[in-house]
């Protein structure tokens, strides 16, 4: 387990503060959100939230490539890409709740996207290096 062993370790504490953050999500539902039997989600609130939502699946990728990536029919140097793309992928969730915990700026600066190319690419990777291995 050469390049996996990364995404692995970061998958697995990704995992577990996904689930602490959505813990606290929900012990932080403020039951006058609901009006008129509308539920009324402030968008600082939203942000927050999605950067959980997409903790969870990002840190599943990571697992995967952790497990798959040495396997892959790539050179080392297209492997070692491929586990950071994976871990690149967190700047979205990260990002999305650095903005909601900073109140939604309209102005905040489009850094989660790096997030959203590292996910493309690695996941990119794996299928290329599983249609070579073919």
């Known amino acids: 387990m050469r390049f996996g062993r990364l995404?692995?370790?970061v998958g697995a504490v990704m995992l577990l503060l996904g689930a602490l953050g959505g813990l606290l999500l929900g012990a932080t539902f403020d039951a006058q959100s609901v009006k008129d039997g509308v539920?009324?989600?402030?968008l600082a609130r939203f942000f927050v939230r999605e950067g959980h939502s997409h903790t969870m699946p990002f840190a599943l990728l990571?697992?995967?490539i952790g497990l798959l990536v040495d396997r892959l029919a790539l050179s080392d140097v297209w492997k070692r890409a491929c586990s950071w793309l994976a871990v690149l992928a967190f700047v979205?969730?990260?990002?999305?709740?650095?903005r909601g915990l900073m109140g939604a700026p309209a102005d905040f600066p489009p850094i989660p996207v790096l997030g959203v190319v590292g996910f493309i690419g690695a996941v990119?990777?794996?299928?290329?290096?599983?249609?070579?291995?073919?």
């Open 7 to 9: 995404n692995i370790v």
């Open 62 to 64: 990571n697992l995967c």
């Open 92 to 98: 979205l969730p990260i990002g999305l709740e650095i």
């Open 39 to 42: 539920h009324v989600l402030p």
């Open 124 to 134: 990119a990777l794996v299928a290329i290096g599983m249609r070579r291995a073919q």
